[in-house]
């Protein structure tokens, strides 16, 4: 025991103290804002404002209704072409057109769904539904004329009646912080399974390829070699995720403290909204408990691979294919888990022991017991710590074999055969 | 007292070969134990289980005079095996000390015999410096003193020369001397026979996973001698005829390899050739080197040992 904790030590300081450790630590917080904002700054950008002519044929579309919409949203502009069509329709480009939409001889009572917008340029769904968008409210604007329905009746027949999802046995609970909580949770012990199991992979080739595994051996069972770097770098993720807690932490109170800034206060409120919507402590717990159980389970055979395969990147890439696949589907399950917290691939994907602790995650904020009901969770719990037993004894049998075996690469075969070979 | 290490009627198999098949060895304190053999002739497999990495099917080990607990034990064993190294990115004083602690060793304990080893080898300034930063003989001596450091009381040196100039490779067989001296065993294994002749007292050679030779190197060159001797002559040695008690091998100016014939001695040898009136300047046994007799009994056997079926 004593001999797994200097081992443990020893995985543990060599990694924290190097710097890539404290620059990944900052930089991933970042990158991951980075990523969120960035995607909707780039979805943002790349729609285009279009210019189109509008060659109508109905004769309901009038100058003013269309400069009327232009002036609210002027993510587009429509340009009603009188007279000269054939010419533009010919060459709208020298026109200043994008492109042109010919709206058919239609009764106001009609609609139709089979309109074009032209052009000899492909352009974004999103794009259009800006043009589609404004179209339709010119329209709605000319039936509204044609029905003799003023402002205010107009008014009265927007009002919509609207349906959100609440749980009564949890006060509390709402679907889109759940949602929310639940992909950030999901996705974070993705991150955390895929970065510190290839991490505890590359730990045990870099000890086979540097031969000081034979040199451990000798002083330790394979199986405490294993197991004291598989804790050791689990320590780490440990570390590093707890110095994200404080880093949010810290902003938070910061926030509070200037209470200035929008972005700040928002930040703080929004917060607040989640820390009074949400078990916070439940959830903080399953995390820890989902994260620690998964990495077990991934990061024992991420190391059985690394045993098993010599100092080349691509046989060990080869050989965790099917591990990382199994990550991969997990989280292709939890996408369906969150839009469907109770049905069948969400309660079958979080009970089961590969896929449980990515999917239970996304499930969990909905609320327990109300979505997920404390027997689920007691049984994906324990079906984790029988499935992480489990792998760790296989990849300890595949470890103490692989480790002190150079030469060709073994196949699953034969890595399952040495699982079930005596000592 | 009891030997250091004992090992009764041991046998590995694996799968598609007999690693060990039913060796038993006895090796006293304070020897220079010689573990010899082709490439492949079970060697490493005999000292994995010798260490504890792997547990023997059949067969036991005492060691220390009781039964091998590979537990507990391995403090008692410092290993360096063949395929050796040391983490390229750890420092080197840190290294030194991770390795003493795994055997067991005490942060305060280690701290003092490294010390003492690194100021003995000259390696005071390398504390802070990373494996990555020596040259291989350098790291060779390192893989050497965090070998011996816990005081072992068997060594296992796999190898222990290969790569080292020999400047330091006379350092490390100085202290190999001194180690036996000071009371521990060792295990030493290799091919290169010029070595063992000069290091151990006591030999094994081991070939396709069974003990075909074991004893005392003078022992064992005694066995294997062939009546040769050398002889220095002032003039040739042209009237050598049948009634001589030897045959003539070989002549090269005026010294001569002769072989002794059955039932004579070197007294007879002699006689003859004073009554010959030969003057002899030198007369030497010719004794077999370890090389010969090693080769001599591993000749015949495939070079490679083949893959088998094995029923276990």
Known sequence: ?423 | MAAILELQNLRKYFATQKAVDDISLTVERGQIFGLLGPNGAGKTTLIRMITGIFYPDEGNIIFDGKKFDPVNDVGYIGYMPEERGLYKKMKIGEQAMYLAQLKGLSHKDAMAKIKKWFLKFEMESWWNKKVEDLSKGMGQKLQFVTTVLHEPKLIILDEPFSGLDPVNSNLIKDEIFNLAQSGSTIIFSTHRMEQVEEICNHIVLVNKGKKILDGTVKQVKQDFKENLFSIGTEQALSSVNGIAPFDLIGSKDHSHVIRIKEGQNPNAVLQYLLQQGIAIQSFNEILPSLNDIFIKLVEGTPTARQFQKIEA
């Open chain 1, 1 to 423: 025991m004593n001999k797994i904790w200097i081992i443990i030590k020893r995985e543990y300081l060599t990694r924290v103290r190097k710097k890539t450790f404290i620059i990944s630590t900052l930089l991933f917080p970042l990158l991951y804002l980075g990523l969120i904002f960035g995607m909707g700054f780039i979805a943002e950008k790349s729609k285009q404002n279009l210019h189109v002519a509008i060659i109508d044929n109905s004769g309901f579309f009038s100058n003013d209704a269309i400069n009327k919409q232009n002036v609210r949203d002027n993510s587009s502009v429509l340009t009603l072409v009188k007279g000269n069509a054939d010419k533009v329709i010919a060459d709208y480009k020298t026109a200043g057109y994008d492109g042109y939409i010919v709206i058919p001889a239609i009764d106001w009572k009609e609609g139709s769904d089979s309109l074009f917008f032209k052009s000899n340029k492909s352009y974004g769904s999103g794009s259009t539904a800006a043009v589609e968008a404004k179209l339709n409210r010119i329209w709605s604007d000319i039936k509204n004329d044609s029905l003799q329905i003023d402002l205010t009746k107009q008014q009265i027949l927007t009002k919509k009646l609207g349906v959100t999802p609440k749980n009564i046995q949890d006060e509390n609970a709402n679907a889109k912080t759940a949602e929310g909580i639940g992909y950030i949770a999901g996705f974070l012990i993705y991150f955390i399974l895929l970065i510190y199991g290839s991490q505890v992979m590359m730990g045990v080739m870099e000890e086979k390829t540097n031969r000081i595994a034979e040199v451990i051996v000798s002083s330790v069972k394979p199986f405490q070699m294993m197991l004291g770097k598989i804790l050791g770098i689990g320590l780490v993720a440990l570390t590093q995720f707890f110095l994200w807690i404080a880093f949010i932490l810290i902003v938070y109170n910061i926030g509070k403290a200037s209470g200035s800034g929008g972005m700040a206060t928002q930040m703080v409120g929004s917060m607040q909204k989640i820390f009074t919507s949400v078990n916070v402590p439940l959830i903080l717990f399953c995390f820890g408990f989902y994260f620690l159980a998964g990495f077990f389970f991934y990061s024992s055979l991420y190391g059985a691979i690394g045993s098993a395969v010599n100092e080349d990147m691509r046989e060990a890439q080869s050989l965790s294919f099917p591990i990382t696949m199994l990550v991969i589907i997990s989280i292709a399950l939890m996408t369906a888990a969150i839009s469907d917290p109770t049905g069948p691939i969400a309660v079958w994907g979080s009970i089961i022991p590969f896929s449980s602790p990515i999917v239970m995650m996304a499930r969990i904020p909905y609320g327990v017991p109300g979505t997920v009901p404390w027997w689920q969770l007691g049984l994906s719990m324990g079906l984790l710590v029988l499935g992480f037993i489990l792998t760790v004894w296989f990849a300890g049998k595949i470890y103490r074999t692989g480790i002190l075996m150079y030469g060709k690469k073994p196949t699953w075969k034969e890595m399952i055969r040495w699982a079930f070979r005596k000592n």
